[in-house]
C-alpha cells in the first residue's frame, strides 16, 4: 500500500528466527516492514535432505506469520536468489533503508555487505566474534578448553567464589562411559516430541523448485518449527533426558538414533532457542538438584564451550579455511554417504540409517564414524563438508565447516582439534554395545578380506601421513606400534583395496 512506501526493511534470514535478537528486539511493528526471502538458488545448490528444507522453509513461514499476526508488515517471498529477493522486495516497496543482523556464516555477511545492507551485530551467540578474537590475540593456540574456562568465568555459570562448582572445569572423564544394556531401552522411553503435521507443513511444494534435489525421508514432525516446538522439545530434554546426558556422551548403540542426545541443535541453529535460555534452563535443573553435574556440566560445555568456540573460529578464519587440507586428502565422498550404495560396515551402515531417516546423526557417530572414516579414507574434507552440510538437519555454513575442517577431518593442522580423530575397530567396539557383532568385518583383522576398514585404514592412515603427525605429542605413541607391525606391506596392500572399495560402493 503506498502509505506504507518507504518503511525502513529489516531482512530476517531464515536462520535468525528470534523476535528477541538484535535485528528485531526494539522494532515497532506499526513502522517496520520484514523481507524473508526462500531463495531457489540455495534450494539447487546443492542436494538436500527433505526434512532439512522441510525444516527451514516452515520454520520461516511460521516465523513470517507470527511477525504478522504481531502487526508487522511482512514481505515473504520466493527468488531466484536472495539478491533477486532483496531487488524485487526495494521496486516493491522503496524501503528508506533495509537493515539485517549480521549473518552467523561469513559468506553471507560478505554478499550482505556486498548489497549495501545496513548490518547489526549478531547477538544470537553469547560471545561475538570481536571478543573471541581479541581474546585469542596474541596467544600462541587457544583450545577450546581455554575458551570454555574464559567463558566460564565471564559468565559466572557454574562458578561458586572464583572457582568451578565441583573443583572441576571440565568432567569429560566422568562421560565416557561404554554404553551398558540398559542405555538403549531407557533412552528409548523417553522418545523425542512429534508435531502433527498441518496444512502449512503439506504445502511445502508451493516454495520448492522445480530442479529440486531432495532426498532422505520426508519429515515426521520430529524437528520443532516454531518457538513453541522448540520449548516443548527443550522442555522433554531438560526434565526427562538431562539426567542421564552425561555418562554415556561418547556411546552408540545400534538402532538408537538419540540416545540421550538432547536433539536440541536444529532448533538453537535456527534461532527457535537462544543459547542463554538453554544454558540457563540446564543450570536450573542442577540447581534444584535434579541431574547431577556431569549432566549438567557435560551440556554447558558443549553449548557454551564448543558451539561458540566454533563459531569464534568460523567467523575469524582465513578465506581460505573451508578449503584447508592438511592431509592432502583426494578421494571422492563415499557413494555409501550419498546414498547411491550400500555397505556391510554395521557401524556405517547403522548411522547412515539414522541418516536417512531424521537427517542426524549425534555427535559421537558424526565423530568416530563418518569423520574417522573419511579421513582415514583419504576423502576429500570439502566433500565431507558439502556433503554434511546438505544432509544434516542443524547444518550451516558456520557450524559445519570448523566441525568437518578442523574436528572431524583435521584438515585444519590443528587449529580446533589437537589431533586426528581417528581409531581402528578396536575403539568402535568399546564404545558401542554391538556395533561390531554381528558385523560382515571382523574389527580384530587389519589384512584379508573380512578385515575390519577402521583397522585396516588406521594403520595405513598413520603410514600414510607420517611426515605430518608423527611428531605430534598426542599420536606420536601410535608410531611405536605401527613400527613393531610386520605385515605392513599386506596392511598397504589391503588398505589400497578397501579405499577403491569404498571410492566404487562395494564396500
Ligand atoms: C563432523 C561433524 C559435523 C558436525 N556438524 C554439525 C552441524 O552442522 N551443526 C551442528 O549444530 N553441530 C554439528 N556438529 C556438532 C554436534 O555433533 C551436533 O551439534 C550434535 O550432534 C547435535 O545433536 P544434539 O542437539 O542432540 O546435541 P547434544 O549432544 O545434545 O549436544 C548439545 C548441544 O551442544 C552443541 N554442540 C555440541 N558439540 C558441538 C559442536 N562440535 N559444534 C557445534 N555445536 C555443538 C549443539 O548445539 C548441541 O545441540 C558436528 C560434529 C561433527 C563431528
Given at each position: 500500500m503506498d502509505d506504507e512506501r518507504g518503511l525502513p526493511t529489516v531482512w530476517v534470514w531464515g536462520d535468525q528466527l528470534d523476535r528477541r535478537l538484535a535485528h528485531l528486539r526494539d522494532r515497532d511493528p506499526a513502522s517496520t516492514r520484514v523481507l524473508m526471502v526462500v531463495s531457489d538458488r540455495k534450494l539447487t545448490e546443492r542436494p538436500w535432505h527433505r526434512q532439512k528444507a522441510h525444516l527451514v522453509i516452515t520454520a520461516m513461514r511460521r516465523f513470517a506469520a507470527d511477525l504478522a499476526a504481531e502487526g508487522f508488515a511482512v514481505d515473504l517471498r520466493r527468488a531466484p536468489s536472495m539478491r533477486a529477493g532483496l531487488a524485487a522486495h526495494v521496486d516493491a516497496h522503496d524501503p528508506s533503508e533495509v537493515v539485517a543482523m549480521e549473518p552467523a556464516s561469513l559468506p553471507g555477511t560478505r554478499e550482505l555487505e556486498r548489497l549495501g545492507v545496513t548490518l547489526v551485530d549478531n547477538d544470537h551467540f553469547l560471545c561475538h566474534w570481536r571478543e573471541f578474537a581479541a581474546f585469542r590475540a596474541g596467544r600462541r593456540r587457544t583450545t577450546m578448553e581455554d575458551f570454555y574456562r574464559w567463558r566460564r568465568e565471564t559468565t559466572g555459570w557454574l562458578m561458586e567464589d572464583g572457582a568451578p562448582v565441583g573443583g572441576r572445569f571440565n568432567l569429560d572423564a566422568d562421560n565416557r562411559r561404554p554404553p551398558d544394556a540398559d542405555l538403549a531401552p531407557t533412552a528409548a522411553a523417553d522418545p523425542p516430541v512429534v508435531d502433527a503435521p498441518d496444512a502449512l507443513d503439506a504445502s511445502?511444494?508451493?516454495?520448492?523448485?522445480?530442479?529440486v534435489d531432495l532426498r532422505g525421508a520426508p519429515p515426521d514432525g520430529t524437528w520443532a518449527t516454531s518457538r513453541a516446538g522448540a520449548l516443548a522439545r527443550l522442555e522433554r530434554f531438560t526434565t526427562r533426558v538431562l539426567p542421564r546426558f552425561?555418562?554415556?556422551?561418547?556411546a552408540m548403540v545400534t538402532g538408537a538414533w538419540h540416545l540421550n542426545h538432547s536433539l536440541l541443535s536444529h532448533a538453537l541453529n535456527l534461532g527457535l532457542l537462544h543459547p542463554r535460555e538453554v544454558i540457563e534452563a540446564v543450570i536450573d535443573v542442577y540447581t534444584a538438584g535434579r541431574a547431577p553435574l556431569n549432566a549438567v556440566e557435560g551440556f554447558v560445555r558443549q553449548v557454551l564451550g564448543w558451539r561458540e568456540f566454533l563459531w569464534g573460529v568460523a567467523r575469524t578464519a582465513d578465506a581460505g579455511y573451508p578449503q584447508r587440507n592438511a592431509l592432502a586428502a583426494d578421494a571422492p565422498l563415499p557413494p555409501a554417504f550419498a546414498g547411491t550404495s550400500g555397505t556391510r560396515m554395521r557401524c556405517v551402515e547403522d548411522t547412515l540409517r539414522s541418516v536417512h531417516e531424521h537427517a542426524y546423526a549425534h555427535h559421537i557417530q558424526r565423530l568416530m564414524v563418518l569423520a574417522n572414516l573419511a579421513t582415514l579414507a583419504g576423502v576429500r574434507p570439502d566433500a565431507l563438508t558439502d556433503w554434511m552440510h546438505g544432509t544434516?538437519?542443524?547444518?550451516y555454513d558456520w557450524v559445519m565447516v570448523p566441525n568437518v575442517i578442523g574436528m572431524g577431518t583435521f584438515a585444519d593442522g590443528g587449529e580446533v582439534a589437537t589431533k586426528p580423530y581417528v581409531s581402528g575397530g578396536a575403539y568402535i567396539d568399546r564404545m558401542?554395545?554391538?556395533?561390531?557383532?554381528?558385523?560382515?568385518?571382523?574389527?580384530?583383522?587389519?589384512?584379508?578380506?573380512?578385515?575390519?576398514p577402521f583397522t585396516t585404514l588406521y594403520w595405513d592412515f598413520l603410514d600414510r601421513n607420517r611426515a605430518a603427525?608423527?611428531?605430534?605429542?598426542?599420536?606420536?605413541?601410535a608410531y611405536a606400534t605401527l613400527d613393531r607391525l610386520t605385515d605392513l606391506d599386506e596392511v598397504r596392500a589391503r588398505a589400497r583395496e578397501v579405499r577403491a572399495m569404498l571410492a566404487d560402493g562395494t564396500l
Open positions: 511445502l511444494g508451493d516454495w520448492l523448485p522445480d530442479d552425561g555418562d554415556h556422551q561418547d544434516f538437519i542443524d547444518a558401542s554395545l554391538d556395533a561390531c557383532r554381528p558385523c560382515h568385518y571382523d574389527r580384530t583383522k587389519r589384512t584379508g578380506a573380512d578385515a575390519c603427525l608423527a611428531s605430534n605429542h598426542r599420536i606420536g605413541r
